[in-house]
């Protein structure tokens, strides 16, 4: 089955600057890669996604990147701000219409005022 | 997206029992699903409710522990039997509308003493 990666487990930066979250993925059959951001005692939250036909993708100051060929795709957060600390998950879908997500492991950003 | 709300909130039960978790969603969608999340860690898919039809399980879960409804295509039970500490977890639905988007439920804090 799918198996998803993700790195770091943890970061950290300084307020305004910028973050960057990559996961890789093992099922080239997967073709839909959401994002999730969860706070703590909430629900996750889909922050962003992209699909397997499309490159990169931007939401003001969030942007998704999509590499096929290697299998891998990445969170880019800029001009962050302490809201956007939580914890991040990467996820695929490979199951053509069935659409079960396998998620990344997450990550646990902390933006420093 | 989908509203989508879950009961319990949370609950604390004891070792033997079972506990029947309740997810609504405010239209109808195409695919639910039933996650676990355990302290700190990521969602782990435990199966797919399908309408009309018996759950689909991933390996690891088993129907006799995860019996799952979904008499309609609004509304789907996961029970949690014979309870365990182990079973300690947040439960988590989820709905697919049929586009693309998966979006959660609040879940269910369980705790098992």
């Known amino acids: 089955g799918e198996n998803v990666e993700q790195h770091p487990s943890t970061l950290s930066v300084q307020e305004g600057d910028s973050a960057v979250i990559k996961c890789t993925y093992s099922?080239?059959?997967?073709?839909?890669f959401p994002w999730y951001k969860q706070e703590l005692g909430k629900r996750p939250q889909l922050i962003i996604d992209?699909?397997?036909?499309?490159g990169e993708k931007k939401d003001q100051r969030i942007a998704v990147t999509l590499n096929k060929t290697a299998k891998h795709f990445s969170l880019h957060i800029t001009e962050t701000q302490p809201e956007d600390s939580a914890v991040y998950f990467c996820?695929?879908?490979?199951?053509?219409?069935?659409?079960?997500?396998?998620f990344g492991s997450g990550t646990q950003l902390t933006v420093l005022p | 997206s989908a509203v989508i709300s879950q009961k319990p909130s949370r609950d604390i039960c004891q070792r033997g029992t079972s506990l029947t978790i309740q997810c609504q969603v405010d239209s109808q969608v195409t695919m639910m699903f039933w996650y676990r999340q355990q302290p700190g860690q990521s969602l782990t898919l435990i199966a797919t409710a399908n309408q009309g039809s018996e759950a689909t399980y991933e390996s690891g879960f088993v129907i006799d522990k995860f019996p799952i409804s979904r008499p309609n295509l609004t509304f789907s039970t996961l029970t949690v039997s014979n309870m365990s500490p182990e079973d300690s977890s947040i439960y988590l639905c989820?709905?697919?509308?049929?586009?693309?988007?998966?979006?959660f439920g609040p879940g269910t804090r369980l705790t098992v003493t």
């Open positions: 989820s709905a697919w509308t049929g586009k693309y988007e998966q979006y």
């Open positions: 992209i699909r397997s036909n499309v």
């Open positions: 996820a695929a879908s490979n199951r053509g219409s069935a659409r079960q997500l396998t």
């Open positions: 099922d080239s059959a997967s073709n839909y």
